[in-house]
């Protein structure tokens, strides 16, 4: 691969997690370089962007071009202080596909980490069911109806600081 990929802090590992598509070469819609890792996730409520290379995420080139922002609302911000925390995660790391509207979530005194998408077999295979955390669900709940890819789709984070995983959720 020829495509520079930086490193996301709230994102660590965008293609194993989906994030970024490779493949094939397109054409960035914001510096109008080819690039063979894009991103299709697109930014709010722009309609024009269709593919985006990595840097111009990760420099704020993109959210600053076409005036948008990349996650569509953030969950707990009250627990983030620091402004800069908050710019990096609207404007300067890559969305994820969802539901209902991609929604950030915070703990500790942070943001955290986009890890993937997930269902109870995903996480049954990583060994982190007893640690996990949701704050709507419960264990049993979750066994039944979480499926990766399925009408009640997980989404795995991972808290930078405490390292706790977090589980968002939401249904089609
Ligand atoms: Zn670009
Ligand atoms: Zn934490």
């Known amino acids: 691969m020829k495509t520079q990929l930086p490193t996301f802090k709230y994102m660590p590992d965008p293609i194993q997690a989906n994030i970024f598509e490779t493949g094939e070469l397109v054409v960035c819609d914001c510096c109008e370089q080819e690039v063979d890792i894009y991103y299709t996730g697109g930014i709010y409520a722009v309609e024009e962007v269709e593919y985006l290379c990595p840097s111009c995420i990760h420099s704020g080139l993109a959210a600053e071009k076409f005036d948008g922002e990349f996650q569509q609302d953030l969950l707990n911000p009250e627990l983030v202080s620091n402004e800069d925390y908050t710019d990096e995660v609207l404007h300067r790391t890559?969305?994820?596909?969802?539901?209902?509207?991609?929604?950030?979530?915070?703990?500790?005194?942070?943001?955290c980490a986009f890890i993937g998408y997930v269902g109870w077999d995903e996480l049954v295979e990583m060994g982190i069911t007893e640690e996990v955390e949701h704050e709507h669900y419960t264990n049993e709940e979750l066994a039944v109806s979480l499926r990766n890819n399925g009408s009640h789709q997980g989404y795995l984070f991972q808290c930078l600081e405490c390292k706790q995983h977090i589980l968002y959720s939401d249904f089609d």
């Open 94 to 111: 890559p969305g994820y596909v969802s539901w209902q509207g991609n929604n950030w979530i915070a703990h500790c005194k942070d943001y």
